[in-house]
């Protein structure tokens, strides 16, 4: 599997500062932000600082201290969020997974009940 990053991506453009964004945490490595359509009261993306283009691209190929760097960050917004009564992680991937933007990105989704996680 080749990982071609597209540095004009809007996500890179966030993280260069030419878009400005709602920021929730930030850290070394990693950035959390609101999302601009929110599918529920919370709902944050958080993304590594490296060029990686998706969810199995940054666990092959990010450093330990990357991917320590972005796991702290997702823990830091489960806590500022307040989604102790349960939250989804989703990471969409490429074409089957309907990814619009490619870069590395999880979803954390919360703050009501969700609906079940696919429709049967
Ligand atoms: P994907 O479909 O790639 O998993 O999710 C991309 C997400 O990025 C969508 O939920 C969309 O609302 C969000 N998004 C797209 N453009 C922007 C933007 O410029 N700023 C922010 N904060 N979110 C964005």
Redesign the pocket.
Known sequence: MMFDYDDQN??AK?LRGE?P??TVFENDHALA?????P?APV?V?VIPKGPYVSLDHFAAAASAEEQAGFFAAVAEVCKVTGVDEGFRA???TRGHG????PHF?M?IIGGTQLGRMLPK
């Open positions: 809007i996500f966030i878009i964004n709602k932000f609101e999302d601009i359509q599918q709902h993306l989703i990471a969409n309907v990814q619009d933007v990105h979803h």
